[in-house]
T-cell receptor, first 117, second 113 residues
């Protein structure tokens, strides 16, 4: 079975601090894609960052970066210089090219992140 | 370019009623799908489509029907609503090519009483 585990239900940091959200996953596939989605109170699902499993280089998007450890099946998200607008639920997800038309995203339970002023 | 548009945003149904959640995308994406999100959980795949005229079941398909008569539209039908279908529903789409990013609509909040 393919699963995603986020072990931190809630996190809270001060504005401008750096925070790291953890994610581990389990799959027997060798080719897959990993994602972090942000869900603010509006409930919209917003893509934060993505990583292809075949790429060794960690993805970065401005203040957001990942630490992808394929052998350990770990995919953590680091948010630098955190801002109040980063307050949201963050979901780790992955999908494979072969599962249900490559449409099935497998999500973790989410981490609720609060940035305090 | 509106992206993925869902209607209605909010709906309250009585048990046993039927309804259709509408989804449209203007990005010419081949792939479309429906997810549901229950409280405190991530999204789960209900049904998906890889092109007009082609649909298939996802992880939690029971109680829902879909059709894909055009590339743009992918409606989700609740046949006989049950309280267990109270959830937030998300429509999503992407270009073909297994690595392309999935984009989500803004969600439809459904309450079944």
């Amino acid at each position: 079975a393919q699963t995603v585990t986020q072990s931190q239900p809630e996190m809270s940091v001060q504005e401008a601090e750096t925070v790291t959200l953890s994610c581990t996953y389990d799959t027997s596939e060798n080719n897959y894609y990993l994602f972090w989605y942000k869900q603010p109170p509006s409930r919209q699902m917003i893509l934060v960052i993505r990583q292809e499993a075949y790429k060794q280089q960690n993805a970065t998007e401005n203040r957001f970066s990942v630490n992808f450890q394929k052998a350990a099946k770990s995919f953590s998200l680091k948010i630098s210089d955190s801002q109040l607008g980063d307050t949201a639920m963050y979901f780790c997800a992955f999908r494979t090219p072969t599962t249900q038309g490559a449409q099935k995203l497998v999500f973790g339970q989410g981490t609720r992140l609060t940035i305090n002023p | 370019n509106a992206g993925v548009t869902q209607t209605p945003k909010f709906q309250v149904l009585k048990t046993g009623q039927s309804m259709t959640l509408q989804c449209a995308q203007d990005m010419n994406h081949e792939y479309m799908s429906w997810y549901r999100q229950d409280p405190g959980m991530g999204l789960r795949l209900i049904h998906y489509s890889v092109g007009a005229g082609i649909t298939d079941q996802g992880e939690v398909p029971n109680g829902y029907n879909v059709s894909r008569s055009t590339t743009e539209d992918f409606p989700l039908r609740l046949l006989s609503a049950a309280p267990s279908q109270t959830s937030v529903y998300f429509c999503a789409s992407r270009y073909g090519g297994s690595g392309n990013t999935i984009y989500f609509g803004e969600g439809s909040w459904l309450t079944v009483v």
